[in-house]
């Protein structure tokens, strides 16, 4: 166990639809990152938050957006859903937000777009 | 910026070693490695920070050479539960908070 929590673990929704997911860093890390995981495809950073503040995009979409809350916990928030956005969403979580430090994964939520 | 993994898959049985390596173009101020099992997330090996700082597991290190901006994670005396797909992840100097990860290296150890 990483020490970082995600919900749901499992989300199945229909196209044009908009889902949150929530991730819940470890105590006393203060950055979080999003990733994206196609199947049996590579880890595909899309954003990261350290303290509440956005530090680094990635690739991330416009109908894709996310933020972190005073108490830390972070939520990704995918609208206008579409079949190719059926991915794993991994967060993680580390103390430091300059990469000086490692990064643990939560398990992930696993979204389908049907 | 996605670094570049070698190779991109590898066989190997029990008791062999093996090298996986990962380049970038982009000057770097530390790399990652991490080794996910199907269906898992990825679980943290090793951290390189430029300037020479290591840390990591004892069966498995690896190498950070900051002028060519390649390291290396090297397995000794794989065991079966070595398998898995192993991704790099750089934090380039331009940019301190990405972490971006290569597109994985497939190891597979058979008995």
Redesign the interface.
Known sequence: D?GVTQTPKHLITATGQRVTLRCSPRSGDL?V?W?QQSLD???Q?LI?Y?NGEE??K?NILERFSAQQFPDLHSELNLSSLELGDSALY?C?SSVG????????????TRLTVV | Q?PVQSPQAVILREGEDAVINCSSSKAL??V?W?RQKHG?????LM?L?KGGEQ?GHDKISASFNEKKQQSSLYLTASQLSYSGTY?C?T?PLE??????????TILRVKS
């Not at chain 2, 898992?40 to 943290?44: D, G, M, S, T, W």
């Not at chain 2, 940019?95 to 994985?104: P, S, W």
């Open positions: 990483s950055s990152y990733y495809q590579g880890l950073f990261q350290y530090r680094a990635g991994f993680a937000g300059q990469g000086q430090t490692e990064a643990f994964f939560g398990q992930g | 996605q101020y530390s990652h991490y898992e997330a990825p679980v943290f951290i920070l840390k991704f992840g934090v940019y301190g908070n990405k972490l971006v990860f290569g597109a994985g």
